[in-house]
């Protein structure tokens, strides 16, 4: 698992999410695409990458560390990683579904926007993988 990262944007090599820095003032510029409207700093932007990857591997459902892991990139991002596992699922079906954006159903209860669509992704060969589900 390996998050790209430049100035200006952050991919990952087995997730077709992304992060990318919006123009503005500030140590929170940056935006991931699967949690809309939610201005977080690198390091946030960053943590959320390595928690998408960490739930989109299947080795990881039922090891400890990996549990204990997402729960601290999550808590970096400001959100529980049940949350990231609901919102990562709801991207993924619209994905499958053809959809341009994933559907919001309402409110964030992190505190994100529930409006905006997703960037687009040069890496789409992943879009039928799942997030695991931690038990």
Known sequence: MTVHATEWTMASDISPESAYREIGSGAAVWQLSWLPGRLLTREQALAGMELDELLSNLDSVHDGHAQVHAATLAGTVGIIWEHAVILLFKRILARLQGCPAAP?????PAGGNAQGAPRPHRRSRHAHSSPSVFR
């Open 104 to 108: 919001q159903g309402g409110s964030d």
